[in-house]
């Protein structure tokens, strides 16, 4: 069936850094896409999304990177910090559901 | 605003009961998601309420059930427990069952025992 997937399940980043996170998709009618992070003990929070008609967003400190050509979706976060530690989850979204990713679990390294 | 609230915290039941989970939405928001997480198979949709009714269901067997009240508030509830549904199970509520982000408690860990 469809899925979205993770390239990579834990990511260490030097604290000051950029981090990147990368998604892969594989149905190509989904039209919204969805970053969330999950801190230990908590539920998933909403970072940001993006529609199809997009290519790129931005909130604060992060970014959102749509490439429908080989279907990848990457979230940025500008200048990491400690309390971006978490693990981060890509979703899908189609027929009103959202497919999820597996998770990355982002390490900072003081 | 009151986020997304979801009681219990923490559930220790042994095979073969049941248990009901409680979940109240955002204040306005009319649609109601429950995900169960486990380290293994990550979020698994459950089924999705929108004014009372289930408009989605996921690839759960008839053990997990829910309902949705007049006031948004939702249960899930699920009957003779096996070991496998020690999970977390998360409610997420929303402005409509349309894209858009769905917002998150922080989940009821179940243990069976």
């Known amino acids: 069936g469809e899925s979205v997937g993770l390239h990579l399940p834990t990511l260490s980043v030097q604290e000051g850094d950029n981090s990147i996170i990368n998604c892969a998709y594989s149905?190509?009618?989904?039209?919204?896409f969805i970053w969330y992070k999950q801190e230990s003990g908590k539920g998933p929070q909403f970072i940001i999304d993006?529609?199809?008609n997009m290519d790129k967003r931005q909130g604060q400190r992060v970014t959102v990177l749509l490439n429908k050509t080989v279907k990848h979706l990457s979230l940025q976060i500008a200048a990491t910090q400690p309390g971006d530690s978490a693990v981060y989850f890509c979703?899908?979204?189609?027929?009103?559901?959202?497919?999820w990713g597996a998770g990355t679990k982002l390490i900072i390294k003081p | 605003k009151a986020g997304v609230t979801q009681t219990p915290r923490y559930l220790i039941k042994t095979r073969g009961q049941q248990v009901t989970l409680s979940c109240s939405p955002i204040?306005?928001?009319?649609?109601v998601s429950w995900y169960q997480q486990t380290p293994g198979q990550g979020l698994q949709f459950l089924f999705e309420?929108?004014?009372?009714?289930?408009?989605n269901k996921g690839n759960f067997p008839g053990r997990f059930s829910g309902r949705q009240f007049s006031n948004s508030r939702s249960e899930m509830n699920v009957s003779t427990l096996e070991l496998g549904d020690s999970a977390l199970y998360l409610c997420?509520?929303?402005?409509?069952?349309?894209?858009?982000?769905?917002?998150f408690g922080n989940g009821t860990r179940l243990t069976v025992t």
């Open positions: 997420a509520s929303s402005w409509d069952r349309g894209n858009s982000p769905l917002h």
């Open positions: 204040s306005g928001h009319r649609s």
């Open positions: 309420y929108f004014s009372e009714t289930q408009r």
């Open positions: 149905n190509s009618a989904s039209d919204y």
């Open positions: 993006i529609r199809s």
């Open positions: 979703a899908e979204g189609g027929n009103y559901q959202l497919i």
